[in-house]
């Protein structure tokens, strides 16, 4: 996946949660929408993408996606 | 299922029927009659079964008075009063049979009869005209005022409309059409012109049908008792034998249709009296534009070919299906088992959609099935879920008839969804108030007897600042219902969003540089929300498809709970939906992180319900969006995939990378009616088959599930659920169903809010809207009555983040797109109809300031640029637009309206922002370069179809 892509929607996302007064509650968030309607190969890219440094994430999301759990390896 | 009508003849009462606590009883030639107070004495005889003769009346319109045939008479009344403007009274006594009135009646037949063609045996409406009828009724049987006096018979015949024609030389004046204009459909386009003898009936100042004010919408052809206003299909093949009640596959209003038929074919499509979401109105799809089922673009034999570049080559059934499912299952041992998924289409039924899905979740094992619903109400589902519980609309159409305020937000009622606007118009004319919040001076801004109190003229892409200025007047200057909000709503959350709301930064005072709407008429417009009586919300794909979409659901939802405009009705959140079906596709589990009924592909006690049903293991994790398939197709990890009845190379934003990643691709199947833009990147063609080919259900944008049904054979021999369940079953999921109603079993098995759901049910009831269960086993027509689906209101903080996309000197203008009342989505259906009279090209809107600083004039081509590509299109001069915002529509593929939209979506469902894009326009002399590749592109692969190598015998 086009990291830049979703670097973007994780940012997005983190905007909306953004104005979420209590912090621990807004990266809660926005994990939670991630792991909800994210499918796996794009959770594992954004999760690889921090561990490279995460150029480009916002605090919030970075926050959010150092809270990801990684999804289990997929069978063919 | 097919339930054969065998009359053509609808019941006429005459006249409305009247809603009323108290009864009346009279008698009606000697016999006790007991109707509503209010009735007229011509319903109240129909209501019994005792027919008066009548010609102006007809129980769609309100009595006139004009024609004098219904006359009766009452004891103790003098002269001969017309019943269909005498109400009932009690105690009164009327005859309806003398030989006075048998006279004067005859007298009446005798004079229009004089002036009128004595053509029965060859007119058009020969068995079906209500003069006729009536000159048999009263007995007529001379005319003694003979034939050559002056006279309308050479009067000149209107042909101009393409599905009906005016002969104003059999037209009686009883002003049914101009009353039907005016009542039913609320355009005002007829008058009787003239006085006396020269009365006739005039659209708009003397023009032709076709160029008058006329919407086409059909009422007054309905309305006509005689030949004047006719079908032309009814004027070449004459009356049908016999008539199936099916749901339009048009617009998310779902309007019950009479397909009035000959054998397997189609002569006219008729409004149903009886149609729950319609009651009897249609507009000019639904009513006249179904010409493309049997087009000649119609591909009715499965096509395959290895690569774009081949020409296409005919097989059969088999051999297509074989190829498709071999394909899928060595993408998958290559690729992996998530590598392939599927669309599932809104314009099929809820049984199609439900065993799409089911084919991706059980036979692919992954849940990559999306839907395209998520390029336009995908916000509204999670944003009413996440608020009140629930992902549809709260009220019926019919509830507009008790909404005091009526606000309507990114919608254009009347072009998107005609037959509820002709009753939103109606309740405006009776005196609610309108509140338009759109960038554009939609028709309901300004229009026949309705003029919006507010229009709130908005920037694009301002929603939410405006949504949360309106909130933060309401709970600053103390106008919120307090006590429905202690009651009904989380407390904390709303504490939380009370703080949010009433800070100053969300002042009207403060938005107003961003929004563009004065404080002053922001204020007035939230006042009169929260004041005015019940207030009801309706929005469209202004309020979804911005990158804050879901966001904007929210805001709308957060002020309904505000002010307690919900759970009764004349109230509610209604998202007045695209597509036929998206309700119901969306219901249907079409998301790739929901099963049907909503519930996350992450909730154990859901799956196990499937999977042991269903006989496999469900996957946890949820699979691709559509724009995350086109972003994993270009990246090599999604490989194949089946779009049934979706054209994604059309509908959705950044054309040239849809088109890009549907190159990538080694499977692409399509199944769908035509060759449309995504099957000319396609492997393998399965010819679809149209509404009239198959039987199934619809859900409408009220939740309401209405039948459809079969009236003639599958073009291509199969129905589309057929054709899905012979790919699963090559893909090695066997599905054992011989009728899409064992598949609603199913559903109704499955999913609680489908529970009481069941064919034999919508044969008896005509239809359903859900949830329906044990509690509600009719259904349920209003939503959140007493408490909300997810027990508290949850109010939720909608902070206004700017779009990404902004103007620049480069980019200093802001293009929106919307829909035109003739065309329908990508246009595959009503581009292959009459309809493109009405619109041929999709133009380009430009304020006429915007159009002289660039120098160009009325019908110039005008170069339309953004960061995502360039397209050319005729400019259309017009104030409807503000200075800085250009428009269009995107109904024809060459205008590449979505090679300028850019990849920017909602944030929560990724829902396109095709409502805001940063353009520059400029006059140019050649169409752009997409567009050549484009018709270069188009014409190689219509040849490739042209030389299809026919099927081996």
Known sequence: MEIERLVKMANDIANFFEAEPDHAEGVKSVAAHITRFWDPRMRSAIIAHLAAGGEGLSALARAAVAALVPPARRAA | MTQIIPTIRWKDLGTPARVSEREVTLEIDGMSVTVAEGSSVLRAAAEAGISIPKLCATDSLEAFGSCRLCVVEI??????????????????????????????????????????????????????????????????????????????????????????????????????????????????????????????VSASQNESFMDSECVSCGACVQACPTATLMEKSVIEKGQAEHAVVTTCAYCGVGCSFRAEMKGNEVVRMVPNKDGHANHGHSCVKGRFAFGYATHKDRITKPMIRHSIRDAWQEVSWEQAIGHAASEFKRIQAQHGRDSVGGITSSRCTNEETYLVQKLVRAAFGNNNVDTCARVCHSPTGYGLKATLGESSGTQTFDSVMKADVIVVIGANPTDGHPVFASSMKRRLRQGAKLIVVDPRSIDLVRSAHVQADHHLKLRPGTNVAVVNAMAHTIVTEGLANDAFVAERCDIKAFAKWKAFIAEARNSPETLEAITGVPAAEMRAAARLYATGGNAAIYYGLGVTEHSQGSTMVIGIANLAMLTGNIGREGVGVNPLRGQNNVQGACDMGSFPHELPGYRHVSDAATRELFGKTWGVTIDSEPGLRIPNMLDAALDGSFRGIYIQGEDIAQSDPDTQHVTAALEAMECVVVQDLFLNETAKFAHVFLPGSSFLEKSGTFTNAERRISPVRKVMPALGGKEDWEVTVMLSEALGYPMAYKHPSEIMDEIARLTPTFKGVSFDKLDRLGSIQWPCNDEAPEGTSTMHVGEFVRGKGLFVITEYVPTAERTSRKYPLILTTGRIL????????????????????????????????????????????????????????????????????????????????????????NCPEFKVTAVQVEPVTQPSEWQKRFHDFSNQQLGLLEHREPAKA
């Open chain 2, 75 to 200: 004891e103790g009344r003098k002269g001969y009063p017309a019943s269909c403007t005498t109400p009932v009274l009690e105690g009164m006594v009327v005859n309806t049979q003398s030989n006075k009135l048998a006279d004067l009646r005859r007298g009446v037949m005798e004079l229009y009869i004089s002036d009128h063609p004595l053509d029965c045996l060859t007119c058009s409406a020969n068995g079906n005209c209500e003069l006729q009828d009536m000159a048999g009724v009263v007995g007529l049987r001379e005319v003694r005022y003979g034939y050559d006096g002056e006279n309308h018979l050479k009067a000149e015949k209107d042909t101009s409309n393409p599905y009906f024609t005016f002969d104003p030389a059999k037209c009686i004046v009883c002003s049914r059409c101009v009353r039907a204009c005016e009542e039913t459909q609320g355009t005002f386009a007829l008058t009787i012109d003239g006085r006396g003898f020269a009365s006739m």
């Open chain 2, 822 to 909: 003739s065309q329908y989505n990508v246009g595959a259906q009503t581009r292959r109809t009459e309809n493109s009279l009405w619109h041929s090209e999709d133009r380009v809107e430009i304020h006429p300031s915007d159009a002289e600083l660039r120098g160009i004039k009325d019908g110039d081509w005008a170069g339309i640029r953004s960061r995502a590509g360039e397209t050319v299109l005729r400019a259309l001069i017009t104030e409807r637009v503000q200075p800085g915002v250009v428009y269009t529509t995107f109904h024809f593929p060459e205008s590449g309206a979505n090679v300028i939209t850019t990849d920017n979506s909602d944030w929560a469902t």
